[in-house]
Structures are given as C-alpha cells and as structure tokens.
C-alpha cells in the first residue's frame, strides 16, 4: 500500500485519534479529531493544551480525575 492510499484510507475513519510526546505535543491527529476539537489545521508539533479547549480533554491529558 502506498503512502497516499494509506493516508485516504486513514482520514476516512470516523474514530477521532490523537497521539502525543512525553512533553504532550500533539505527534498524530486524524481528521475526525480535528473536527471534534474544531481544528482548522493540523497542529503537529504543537502543545494540546494550546490547541484544546474541551475541559475533559485536557484534564484526561493533565491526569486528572474525572467525576
């Protein structure tokens, strides 16, 4: 499989994947993760914390307790 078909085949799910560094930069988003946080591009590089504005997902991403 090409790098170019893997890649369609990625965007196309529909389960939003974020993977990031030990110092939470975001490494990988999938498209259905941009669209959940309302990313206009594609923040690789870039602290979470900087890019998300949910609370939830920052606290999961900080190690908090959820309620």
Same mark, same amino acid.
């Given at each position: 499989i090409d790098?170019? &078909?893997? @890649?369609? &085949?990625? @965007? &196309?799910r529909s389960t939003s994947e974020v993977a990031l560094d030990d110092d939470r930069r975001i490494t990988l988003i999938n498209p259905a993760a941009r669209r959940i946080f309302a990313l206009p591009g594609v923040p690789i590089g870039e602290p979470f914390a900087d890019q998300v504005t949910v609370p939830e997902a920052l606290a999961l991403v900080a190690g908090d307790q959820l309620d």
């Open positions: 790098d170019g &078909l893997a @890649s369609d &085949l990625y @965007s &196309l």
